[in-house]
C-alpha cells in the first residue's frame, strides 16, 4: 500500500474471493471522502465482484478492465 | 429489516465452513451485520484445539470432534489424505484457510455465537471454545437475529 495524492493503490494480485473484496473495504475506510483508490489484480471473480461490492455499498466505480491476465480497477469514495 | 445476514453453520466439514466465512466475511466487507451461529458439528470451527468430553462416551465423542484446522473436506477426505491434498491445492492457488478466514470474520466485526444445546450435548465447554465466540446462546436468541435479516443461510 502506497499513499498518493490522488488516494491509494492496491496491489491484490494473486489473492482470491474474498480477499480482494475485504481489503478493497478495508482500504476505503482510510481514505477521504473523494478520494480515488486503483488496484490491480488477477482474480478473474474481481470484473463481477468490484462492481458488485460498488452497487452495494454506494461507492463509485471509476474504471474496471482487463489488460492481458491483470485487472485494473480504480474505486472513489463516495460516502 | 436491517441490513443484516444470518448463518447457521451446522456442517463440520471444511469445504462448506470456508464457504460459510468466505460468504460471512465478503458480507461484512459489504458492510451487512453478520451473526454466524455455530450448531452440532459446526462447533468444530470455533474449538480449541483440545479434546473435550467428562463422560465416557463424551471423551469419545471429542475424540472425533476436530479444530477449525483438523476438520476434512466432505468428499475425498479418505482419513485425512484428502485434507491434507486440499491444504495443498489450497496454499498452491492462495486461497485462505478456514483459520484465516475465521480471523479475518473476527477482525470485520463478524458475531459469532455457539449453541448452547449442542455445547451440553457434545460437552464442550465455553473454555474450550476460541476467544472470537461472544456468546453463547439458544434457539430464540438464534431466532431474533434472524428475523432482523435480509438474508439467511443454513450451512
Known amino acids: ?79 | 429489516m436491517g441490513n443484516r445476514l444470518s448463518l447457521v453453520v451446522f456442517s463440520g466439514e471444511m469445504d462448506r465452513l470456508m464457504a460459510a466465512f468466505v460468504i460471512a466475511t465478503g458480507a461484512a466487507a459489504s458492510g451487512m451485520e453478520v451473526t454466524m451461529f455455530f450448531t452440532f458439528w459446526g462447533l468444530q470451527a470455533v474449538k480449541k484445539p483440545v479434546r473435550t468430553g467428562a463422560s465416557a462416551m463424551g471423551r469419545m465423542l471429542g475424540w472425533f470432534l476436530k479444530d477449525a484446522d483438523g476438520v476434512g473436506p466432505s468428499k475425498l477426505n479418505f482419513g485425512g489424505a484428502g485434507r491434507w491434498m486440499f491444504k495443498q491445492m489450497m496454499r498452491k492457488h492462495n486461497v485462505t484457510s478456514v483459520p484465516e478466514l475465521r480471523a479475518l470474520a473476527a477482525e470485520l466485526g463478524v458475531k459469532m455465537l455457539a449453541c448452547q444445546m449442542s455445547m451440553e450435548v457434545m460437552e464442550v465447554r465455553r473454555e474450550d471454545l476460541v476467544d472470537s465466540v461472544q456468546e453463547v446462546v439458544g434457539v430464540a436468541a438464534f431466532l431474533e437475529e434472524a428475523a432482523r435479516s435480509r438474508v439467511t443461510l443454513f450451512i
Open chain 1, 1 to 79: 500500500m502506497e499513499a498518493t495524492k490522488r488516494g491509494l493503490v492496491l496491489d491484490l494480485k494473486g489473492l482470491l474471493c474474498p480477499i480482494p473484496v475485504v481489503k478493497l473495504a478495508q482500504a476505503v475506510k482510510t481514505v477521504q471522502v473523494g478520494d480515488v483508490i486503483e488496484a490491480t489484480a488477477t482474480d478473474p471473480g474481481v470484473l463481477a465482484d468490484i462492481p458488485a461490492w460498488c452497487r452495494t455499498t454506494g461507492q463509485e466505480l471509476v474504471s474496471i478492465g482487463r489488460e492481458d491476465k491483470v485487472i485494473h480497477f480504480a474505486v472513489r469514495r463516495v460516502k
